[in-house]
Every structure is written in C-alpha cells, then in structure tokens.
C-alpha cells in the first residue's frame, strides 16, 4: 500500500484538473492561496481565504462517476491559516484511505470520450487519428480529456463532427469554451444557436464561432507544415483579395442567419468569433486580411524626416479574386450593425491544447516542445513585431487569452463592454485609423516544434 502523502500542486496543473469545475463566482468572495494533491492526485484540494470574512475554507475535489474533478467535502470558517492545512489534511487523508477512484454523486451522467471512435478509420479526419495516437500530441488529448466531462454539447453531434470533417470547428469551438472560462464568465449552454451566451457584472454578449473552411482540394496533411518561404510568398499573393473573400464568405453567411432577433439574443452584443483553417499554416498571415475586409482599409507606412513612424490609410471598395467579388468593409454592410464585433486568433489551433497541455505536467519523456514565433513591439515608431522563442515545459504560463483579438464594429447597435474581455487585444476604428490596447505580451503568430528524443 502506498504510504499517503500530500504534495503542493502547480496551480497550471490544478486548473487543468479541475479548473472547469470552479463556479466565475468564487472570486467574487474568496481568494486561493494554495492547490495539492495526494500521492496519485485522485484527492485535490485548494485552500482559500474568505474575502468577505476574512477566514479560510478549504474544499476537498475528486472525480465524479462522469470523470469529472468536484467538490466531495469542505470545511470553512475556520480562524487561522494552519488550522486550516491541517484541516485539508485530515480531510485528504480520510478521502484517500477510503479506496475510491470516484466518488459517485448522483446527478452528472458520463462526460465526452472525444477520443473513443464512434466513425470508421477511413472516414477519420487526418488530423484526429494523429491527436489521438501520436506521441507528440499527447498533452493536448490529456487537457482536452480533462475539459469534455464540463462541456455541454447542446447539438449532440460535437464528438461525430470532431472525428471527421467537422475537426477544425469543433476545436476552434472547444478552444473559445476555455478562453470564456479563463476570463470567469458565466456560460449558458441551453440554446442551440448562438454558440455562447456569456453574463457577468449583469452584462451579456452572445458569441458565435464561425471558421473559414479548408479548401477541398487541399485535404490536411497529417500536420505536415508547408516551407517558410513558401508561406510568405502565398501571403503577398492572397492576402489583399483572395483571403478577405474566404473571410466574407462565412461572414456573411452568419449574417444572414439574423441571431439577433433570437428572443434571448435581443438587445445584447452579438459577437462572431473566427479562425481560419483554409490552408496549412495559413493563420500565420491571413489576419491582416481579415482587417482589411472588416473595415474597409489598409494601411501603408512610412518614416518622416524626425524618423517618427507614419501610418496612412488607404480606402477599399472591394475584393476581386478570379469571378468573385465582393464589397469591402463588412462593418459597413447592410445589418452588419446587429454584429458587435469580430473576435479572431491565429494561435487558437491544436498546438495551442498542446502548449497548455505540456505545461500542466501533461508530457512524453521523449518528446521537447519549442516554441517560435512574432509579438507586438509597443515602442510607437516600431514596424514590424519582434521575434521570441522558447522551451515549453512546466515553467511556461501561456494563458487561453494569448493571442486573441476583438475588433470592434463602429457602427454597433449593441456595443461589447470590453470590461467582460480584459485579457485580450481590443482594436476599434477611428478617423479611419485603427486603435488598439494590447497586453504586454501580444503574439501576432507562432508554430510549435515537437522534437523527439533519442537514449
């Protein structure tokens, strides 16, 4: 029998367990002080000071029969911060020497198994059968298996649709799910349509994830990466005609659907959230695009005699690519002022589940991750973004709001109070010049490298 012990628990790790299980009303009244774990972390724990109070609590977590991590017993009111560790630990102790892996509660029916094929292998998209057998995505499917047991799945297609063509939505879908959750939002999941209906301070938004689809005679490659060089030289060819007709096109199909006259959608902000999935690596370059097709401008640059950075925009009526074209500006479209703003990431991909994954304890002995990429350079006269790479391991704190941008419609019937958004980028349209407010640490674009070890 193993001797029980109780250890500190990183709290990456213990958010990556448990952290979908915490209600966004607990930091209105109470502040975590310390995470644990017993010897095979079927028992956790957080200690927490009531804030309100001013004593401790301590609540003991362990798997539901669903899988889920959830309150098994609890202890509050309690004077001092050491009679409260021992507390925890009479309690972890009781919990663990009972002998259960989990604890049945009665009311929460099995969580979704993402990863059991329900599809025959032949008709599996390329990129599931890799996240769920290689060895180098192995920390993005343990984090994806410890976020499904708290996800509800309102249409009952999400697991059917994620193992074949469905993949790159219904990812894109998962990843929006924990970025709401990180920023502590209330989340109702009872309709259909839009995707989310987020609350907090009494405000609500709606959110809708849309994608641009892949081209369909370019099928994904098993994460095979195109050349660097060959990427730019697609961008400087797609990226002012053909990639803002790819971005329009799904756009303008989820303004036609009318969400805000949904009764619940009435009167709140209605937010489309977008990523592209149109070609390999394609998110490296294709946000710029995006810009330009939503307000209508691109911009050109120039440094003057003071050696001060000059920005100058340049109007866009439209956007011609072979027999298509469509009108620039779809903020400026007709009803386009029922859409709030447009929420776009170029990171939100699998490598992203992997990264948080990794640094959550989630690895392969022989398998390093390397991280590459561009972030935005704050001094006023900079023109291109500088440069950043590292090791990914338990000592990285990438957060789901990492890269993620809002652009605001200027012409919102129902604008988004940016107050519910803290940690991400805000951009809004002024005087035909686009304003941001950007975290310290904003990536423009990045791609992770796994390496494998050799003994």
């Not at 057998?133 to 297609?157: Q, R």
């Amino acid at each position: 029998m193993t001797e029980f012990s109780i250890q500190p628990l990183d709290p990456k790790r213990f958010d990556a367990l448990a952290g979908h299980a915490r209600s966004p009303a607990a930091a209105y009244i109470s502040q975590e002080l310390g995470w644990f774990a017993n010897h095979d972390e079927t028992v956790l724990a957080t200690l927490l000071l009531d804030t309100v109070d001013g004593d401790f609590a301590v609540i003991i977590l362990a798997r539901d029969e669903g899988g889920r991590f959830r309150c098994i017993d609890l202890g509050c009111s309690i004077e001092t911060e050491q009679e409260a560790l021992a507390h925890m630990e009479r309690l972890m102790r009781w919990h663990s020497n009972v002998g259960f892996i989990d604890f049945t509660q009665g009311d929460a029916g099995e969580g979704i198994d993402l990863f059991n094929p329900i599809i025959p292998e032949n008709k599996q998209h390329p990129y599931f059968v890799q996240l769920n057998s290689s060895e180098a995505f192995y920390p993005a499917k343990s984090l994806i298996n410890e976020i499904m047991p708290h996800f509800t799945d309102v249409d009952g297609n999400f697991c059917e649709q994620f193992q074949t063509t469905g993949f790159d939505a219904r990812l894109w879908e998962l990843y929006i799910h924990s970025y709401l959750h990180e920023e502590e939002l209330f989340m109702d999941k009872q309709y259909q349509s839009p995707d989310f209906l987020v609350t907090k301070y009494a405000k609500q938004v709606a959110i809708e994830a849309v994608t641009v689809g892949r081209k369909s005679d370019n099928p994904p490659k098993y994460f095979k990466s195109k050349e660097p060089l060959e990427v730019i030289e697609k961008a400087d060819k797609d990226i002012y005609d053909s990639m803002p007709i790819r971005f329009g096109s799904p756009l303008y199909s989820k303004l036609q659907k009318k969400y805000w006259e949904l009764e619940h959608v009435k009167n709140i902000p209605l937010v489309f959230a977008i990523a592209d999935f149109h070609d390999d690596m394609s998110m490296l370059w294709s946000s710029s695009s995006l810009i330009f097709y939503l307000y209508g401008y691109r911009y050109e640059h120039y440094y003057d005699e003071d050696k001060k950075l000059v920005i100058k925009p340049v109007k866009i009526e439209k956007h011609t690519a072979g027999d298509k074209e469509i009108p620039s500006g779809f903020f400026f479209q007709p009803n386009a002022e029922n859409v709030s703003a447009v929420v776009t990431s170029s990171i939100g991909t699998i490598s992203k589940f992997n990264r948080l994954g990794r640094q959550a304890g989630f690895k392969s002995d022989n398998v390093k991750m390397m991280r590459v990429g561009t972030y935005h350079d704050h001094d006023p006269n900079a023109s291109t973004p500088k440069k950043f790479n590292y090791i990914v391991d338990e000592t990285c704190n990438e957060m789901w709001a990492e890269g993620l941008s809002m652009y605001h419609n200027p012409n919102a019937a129902n604008p988004v109070p940016e107050e519910l958004f803290p940690s991400i980028a805000h951009h809004h349209f002024r005087d035909e010049q686009i304003v941001s407010s950007l975290p310290d640490f904003h990536p423009y674009e990045s791609f992770t490298i796994n390496m494998r070890t050799t003994k």
